[in-house]
Every structure is written in C-alpha cells, then in structure tokens.
C-alpha cells in the first residue's frame, strides 16, 4: 500500500479532504475492503492536522497569573478574598 502524504496540502485542502473521506466512509458497507483506505487516509490526515495545531493550551484565570486591571467585580474572575 502506498504511503499517505499530505504534508503539502494546506489547511483548508486537509478539512475538504477528510469531509469527503469521512462521507465516502459513511457510504461504504460495514466489513467493506474500501474502509481501510479510507479509514488510513483519515488518520493521516488528523495526524497533520495535529501536528499543525499550534494553538496555546487553555488555562484557567487562577492559573494564568494576575487579573487584568478592570476585570475585577465583572463576575468574570472571583473576588480576591
């Protein structure tokens, strides 16, 4: 079986892609052969996908340090006590 690169299509290229792979796995019979290329394109995919994700982690305001000045009193972050 040959080698699923999609390390040269760009973000967008990748989301379309797997849309249509994920529809054609929907079409596809369980047990079918046709699944297993498919289902191995997609987690090439999801793989590239990962590994481009760049996006900080989400913390949490009382482990992200000290509050922004204003923010106090909004009910956005709890009162000091």
Same mark, same amino acid.
């Given at each position: 079986?040959?080698?699923?690169? +999609? ?8 989301? $379309?892609?797997?849309?249509?792979? $994920? ?6 019979? !369980? &047990?079918? #052969? +046709?699944? +297993? @290329? ?10 590239? +996908? ?5 996006? @900080?982690?989400?913390?949490? !305001?009382?482990?992200? &340090? #000290? ?5 106090? &009193?909004? &009910?956005?972050? #709890?009162?000091? #006590?």
């Amino acid at each position: 079986m040959r080698e699923h690169d +999609v390390t040269a299509l760009i973000a967008t290229e990748l989301e $379309a892609a797997r849309r249509e792979l $994920a529809a054609s796995l929907a079409l596809a019979q !369980p &047990g079918s #052969p +046709v699944r +297993v @290329p498919i289902q191995t394109h997609m987690a090439a995919i999801d793989t590239e +996908v990962d590994t481009r994700d760049t996006r @900080p982690t989400r913390t949490t !305001p009382s482990s992200s &340090g #000290p509050r922004p000045p204003g923010r106090q &009193g909004t &009910g956005l972050y #709890p009162a000091h #006590p």
